[in-house]
């Protein structure tokens, strides 16, 4: 049966609230034809290939084989089973000419760079093409400069199709020759701005040519359109425009990149009008001081920034569950957000569901007839940076014109009735959460266990985790997994593409809503025809019920995130162990791990390890010359030969030298990469380097709240005694202080003085005393269980604290000094965990056994009466925990005994024996371990003030299906 495409799979999501722009990606969404197939090719029968899609790098040198992916789609209704020539050209123009069958192209325009021969192409499917290119331009063209690289398809025509017009696509300019080519590839700059007021912001300049760059300049622009005007240098600047400030840009490699900081001055453009949007971007080399292959991509604009004395209201996240039942409660947490630049008005915010991810504007008339609404809750004051989070409980009832049993997306609007005036009005509503709502299951491939490389012949296991997040039990299905060149995977209607190679599959069993099952996939992991070689870029991938074998709420997400991995034979170094101090003193030493393992399949020779401190979590390594300035190489290990599989620990001593290019209080990074010297041939080169820090620079103390401890639940205004840690990571001594402990509604706590109200409420505090460096103090913080004044009863509460509220220690960082931890439940009653569970291991099936089961009663209220004590066997680490009133059994686990739990007192807790006997779950393979666990309240027929914490499973294997 084909799978139908649903309407959401061509949607592309603008992130708002943030000034980052995002495009679409479907990495895990069914590869289709263009919707053109929908116009006058359709109407005639037959195939019709296009390319509709080239990635190539930016710029290579002449003679270099620089690789290329093409996409050709087939968007006629019959599919191509023959071999489709497919050639790339470079072209001084942006037309291209094909040539005829057996002619040449014509050479002082047009040159054939490269060509390859396609398999087969299904009806609605797309094929993405690998292949090398060998760059020769044109005999017109000389010297440096930009050439035009497209692709054509069918060029011996060999294939009728409906449309043969349209079977070339030509990407744009690429650089060819020896110059380098510079790029602004992001500003991070704060998404408010106050008129003429200062403000910090950064731009990241890469160079994307085939030479080192000179020093340059890059700028801040505003602008009042989404584009900019590069500045010229005889006449007057546009008015549509306005600098706001720049900073020099020091030499880059190629391929190199630099996060430059500057300060900057908001100065609207003359040609601006209150109210009206502006746009912040960014020029690199605008003076044209530096002679670039290309010289038309200079500019770049991230996106709208609001600019006024306002607040700006915006939805952060909206989240919710995974599937529910048409008419069932619907729970939604939204956190909400002024990035504005003064404070807000309290403002009403409107949980909905939506059939698109796109939601109508706030406004005084009627909502469309796309969208539900689900509850409502309001947002007090905020301040400026200020967030909050709500929890709205509702109805999951579809919009009108929804057809039944498909997803939708869960989405927010803030400021729904326009109540509050804002800098913008473009950014209140936030819709990219898709919800299945139905009575359906919905499979879901959640986690890829996949070794770091295979050998090119032989076995290859991989493990897959496959969850059922739907509404109702699934079947039987299968999940496949496949080799794949791209780094996405797509359903498949029909035979998989060139580009993918199956791998192995193995059966899912029937799972019950929220259930989920780990199943081995034994294969050969073999290369894609056209991958190119050698040491083939490789991906492994999982599609769950590949041929839509059963209806489930959702269809796209099927498919598993990526694994890369190596294939073949050798070795391949990674440092999987690297220490470092939270700060150090300019110009001193310290002390760093290094852990060096051989992850291939063949011998490790002795290497290097080079270690840099760093401006960035990433190095360059350029082919010759000194380091780029934001990186200053500190030190080498030298690492003895290594077998396949070994590892070793080195202890070395760095000499803390900073970067030419590092603030003075800038965070640094200290890198290690293996094989520095690129001496060893391996499996893998993209695995090399490892990350430690940041690394606080300077001399001073710095305190930190590493942890939070308390109980998991307390009576409403109750006392409550949290016990808080505080280390001293700095280098200096630090004096005495203090620390308060909360209940807070947020993740992170805020660091704005005085905190919130609305979000948190003060549980205690404590004196602290003088800390020496790397000292830490745990001190009990006691107070009560109340709630902030406006808290949502219905959002959950989590521990927290924050030390130095009131900045009497001058640190070497302020923004460290807060942590929240686990979630506590403000409740009365009682709370079953299962604490421990022993028994004997490696049994033989259907042997008889005695387990010692630990259940305490963690709640603040006792238990009278008595609950069940279920013992499970499972084919997974952890139990599935079944609905109220649901028996506890599966086609994955399975009771094998059980005892009554009798009456417990506030923090009492209780060791029985329970006698059970090794039995196989019914989906359970031969040789695959079974895990025991027992199950407290499986009928959930005690309230308890929480139910996730029920079950506990051993964490060895107590015996293996037969």
Request: net charge negative; with cysteine.
């Amino acid at each position: 049966m084909s799978r139908r495409t649903p309407p959401w799979r061509h949607s592309c999501l603008f992130i708002t609230g943030a000034l980052a722009l995002t495009g679409c990606t479907d990495g895990s969404v069914q590869e289709e034809a263009p919707a053109l197939q929908q116009q006058a090719a359709v109407l005639t029968p037959g195939p019709d290939l296009r390319v509709t899609e080239i990635q190539a790098p930016d710029s290579a040198k002449v003679g270099q084989s620089v690789p290329v992916t093409v996409k050709v789609c087939n968007t006629g209704d019959q599919s191509v089973y023959t071999g489709i020539t497919l050639q790339v050209y470079l072209s001084t123009t942006p037309t291209q000419q094909v040539p005829g069958p057996g002619s040449p192209p014509p050479p002082t325009s047009q040159s054939t760079v490269g060509q390859v021969t396609l398999g087969s192409a299904y009806a609605g499917q797309c094929v993405t093409q690998p292949l090398n290119i060998q760059i020769y331009p044109p005999t017109s063209f000389t010297g440096s400069g930009p050439l035009y690289l497209g692709a054509s398809i069918d060029t011996q025509n060999v294939v009728p199709e409906s449309d043969e017009t349209n079977n070339g696509f030509v990407k744009g300019p690429m650089g060819v020759g020896l110059r380098p080519d510079l790029v602004v590839t992001r500003v991070d700059a704060p998404p408010s701005l106050v008129p003429n007021q200062g403000f910090s912001a950064t731009a990241t300049v890469c160079n994307v040519g085939t030479d080192a760059s000179s020093g340059g300049f890059v700028d801040l622009y505003l602008s009042t359109v989404n584009g900019l005007t590069m500045p010229s240098p005889s006449g007057p600047p546009p008015t549509s425009q306005s600098m706001l400030g720049g900073a020099p840009v020091s030499s880059l490699a190629a391929g190199q990149c630099r996060t430059v900081p500057f300060t900057a001055y908001a100065q609207p453009p003359p040609a601006s009008t209150p109210g009206a949007p502006l746009y912040l971007g960014a020029i690199v080399d605008g003076a044209n001081q530096v002679v670039e292959l290309r010289e038309d991509n200079n500019a770049f604009v991230q996106g709208r920034v609001g600019v006024g004395y306002g607040p700006d209201l915006t939805v952060r996240a909206v989240t919710g569950p995974a599937s529910v039942r048409q008419g069932d409660p619907l729970q939604a947490k939204v956190t909400v957000c002024n990035t504005g630049t003064a404070s807000s008005n309290p403002a009403d915010v409107m949980v909905l569901l939506s059939t698109v991810p796109s939601l109508a504007a706030p406004g005084p008339g009627p909502r469309p007839y796309t969208e539900a609404p689900v509850g409502n809750f309001s947002v007090p004051s905020l301040a400026t940076g200020q967030c909050t989070t709500g929890t709205v409980q509702g109805s999951a009832t579809p919009p009108p014109m929804s057809p039944p049993e498909q997803p939708l997306y869960l989405g927010a609007v803030v400021d729904l009735s326009n109540q509050v005036v804002e800098l913008r009005e473009d950014n209140n509503t936030r819709a990219d959460t898709l919800v299945g709502v139905g009575s359906r299951p919905d499979l879901t491939v959640v986690a890829l266990d996949v070794p770091t490389n295979a050998p090119s012949s032989g076995p290859f296991t991989v493990s897959a985790k496959v969850c059922n997040v739907g509404t109702t039990r699934s079947t039987d299905v299968p999940v496949e997994l496949y080799v794949t060149n791209e780094p996405s995977l797509a359903l498949m209607s029909g035979p998989p593409p060139m580009s993918v190679m199956p791998m192995g599959m193995a059966t899912v069993p029937a799972l019950e809503p929220r259930e989920c099952v780990t199943r081995l996939v034994n294969g050969t992991a073999g290369v894609p025809v056209g991958t190119p070689m050698p040491n083939p870029t490789l991906y492994v991938g999982a599609i769950v019920d590949p041929r839509a074998a059963i209806l489930e709420l959702r269809e796209d997400n099927n498919v598993s995130a990526l694994s890369r991995f190596g294939l073949g034979s050798g070795p391949d170094l990674v440092v999987r162990t690297l220490t470092a101090p939270s700060s150090i003193k300019s110009s001193t030493s310290f002390w760093t791990d290094v852990k060096v393992c051989n992850e291939g399949n063949g011998f490790a020779p002795a290497s290097t390890v080079g270690l840099f401190l760093s401006t960035t979590p990433t190095v360059t390594l350029p082919p010759q010359g000194p380091p780029p300035p934001s990186q200053m190489q500190v030190g080498t290990v030298d690492v003895s030969s290594l077998s396949p599989g070994a590892c070793a620990l080195y202890a070395k001593t760095v000499y803390a030298a900073l970067p030419p290019e590092a603030a003075p209080t800038q965070p640094l990074y200290l890198v290690a990469h293996a094989d520095v010297n690129q001496q060893q041939v391996e499996l893998r080169e993209d695995n090399n380097p490892r990350v430690a820090g940041p690394i606080t620079v300077g001399n001073g103390p710095d305190l930190v709240v590493t942890d939070v401890t308390g109980p998991a639940s307390a009576i409403p205004g109750g006392s409550l005694t949290l016990t808080v840690t505080v280390c001293n990571v700095g280098t200096d001594a630090a004096g005495p202080s203090q620390v308060m402990g909360v209940l807070t509604q947020e993740e992170t706590l805020s660091t704005a003085l005085p905190p919130p109200p609305y979000s948190e409420s003060p549980v205690g505090g404590a004196s602290l005393p003088p800390l020496a460096v790397g000292q830490c103090v745990s001190t009990p913080v006691s107070g009560s269980a109340s709630a902030a004044p406006n808290a949502d009863p219905n959002t959950p509460r989590l521990l927290g604290a924050r030390v130095d509220t009131s900045n009497q220690v001058v640190e070497l960082r302020e923004d460290n000094n807060t942590r929240v931890t686990s979630r506590i439940v403000v409740a009365s009653g009682p709370d079953l965990v299962v604490r421990s569970v022993t028994a004997p291991t490696g049994l033989p099936q259907y042997s008889a056994f005695t387990a010692q089961v630990q259940v305490c009663n963690e709640g603040n209220m006792s238990l009278y009466g008595s609950v069940p004590l279920d013992l499970v066997i499972s084919t997974e680490t952890t139990l599935y925990t079944p609905g109220q009133g649901q028996p506890p059994y599966t086609q994955v686990q399975m009771p094998v005994g059980g005892v009554m739990v009798s009456s417990l007192a506030v923090g009492q807790c209780t060791t029985l024996p329970v006698q059970g006997s090794l039995v196989r779950p019914p989906a359970a393979t031969s040789g695959q371990p079974l895990y025991l666990g027992a199950l407290v309240d499986a009928p959930n027929a005690l309230l308890e003030v929480r139910e996730d914490n029920n079950a506990l499973t051993m964490a060895t294997s107590i015996g293996q299906a037969q």
